[in-house]
């Protein structure tokens, strides 16, 4: 059953990265922060823009341009790997509250009988972790941010299929698909400084590692116990 749910949440978690977030062109150019190709963007007005036509796919797929190797395409090509980073990043900012104004009827449908299942199963996780996530992101000296191993367009996909969008600005979202997570927790630190309090909720040992080497606090979650008592804690302030 539970694999079975997993499955098919992959499913749409691909379906939705594929049909709206530019998977297809993206999967092999990742980046670790939205923002990382940017400075290739030269604002143009992208309302009437045809992503389909452009060209941008053909000219990735034969010269594998964004693999490992760290070779960037030409001037004009990253310009339209920056767009497409852009729409994504607006695309996430309008639905992050409304992933189902972006999925369409069925779709929709589909994804809130699935995510019912899924709290059936797991006894509510999601609804019990959002808690947590909203007092944090409620606090006006506080703010949520995501490190994962997930590849990023996949991972934003899954947020907004988890309504996790409101917890997590796109700009605190990071892949540590290709630098790690230690890589990644050191820049999230030259972003917001080193006097600032950090706290890693997790449950793997890279993030426990990386926590470690950085002296922050490391709060374990392996079960829903471990969720209550996070909740309780920040709910009385210990936290």
């Not at 995510?115 to 509510?124: G, I, N, P, Q, Y």
């Not at 997570?181 to 890693?200: L, N």
Request: aromatic share 10%.
């Amino acid at each position: 059953m539970a694999v079975t749910l997993g499955l098919r949440m992959e499913e749409m978690i691909f379906n939705l990265a594929d049909t709206h977030l530019f998977f297809n062109d993206l999967e092999e150019c990742d980046q670790v922060h939205i923002d990382d190709v940017s400075s290739d963007d030269n604002g143009q007005d992208l309302s009437t823009y045809s992503f389909a036509t452009d060209g941008f796919h053909a000219a990735a797929t034969s010269a594998n341009l964004c693999l490992a190797t760290g070779v960037r395409g030409g001037v004009d090509w990253m310009r339209k790997l920056a767009f497409r980073y852009r729409r994504v990043k607006e695309l996430y900012s309008t639905y992050k509250n409304n992933v189902g104004g972006l999925l369409g009827p069925a779709k929709r449908d589909a994804w809130l009988q699935l995510r019912a299942e899924v709290e059936a199963l797991t006894d509510s996780w999601l609804t019990h972790a959002l808690k947590s996530l909203s007092i944090i992101s409620s606090r006006s000296n506080c703010v949520n941010v995501l490190v994962t191993t997930t590849q990023l367009i996949p991972a934003l996909a899954k947020v907004l299929l988890y309504s996790l969008g409101s917890a997590f600005p796109i700009e605190n979202i990071y892949s540590a698909t290709k630098i790690g997570k230690e890589s990644c927790f050191e820049r999230i630190m030259q972003r917001f400084g080193r006097k600032v309090v950090y706290v890693v909720i997790g449950d793997g040992v890279e993030e426990e590692q990386a926590a470690k080497k950085h002296n922050m606090p490391f709060w374990r979650i392996s079960s829903h116990s471990d969720l209550l008592a996070l909740h309780q804690a920040l709910e009385f302030e210990y936290l």
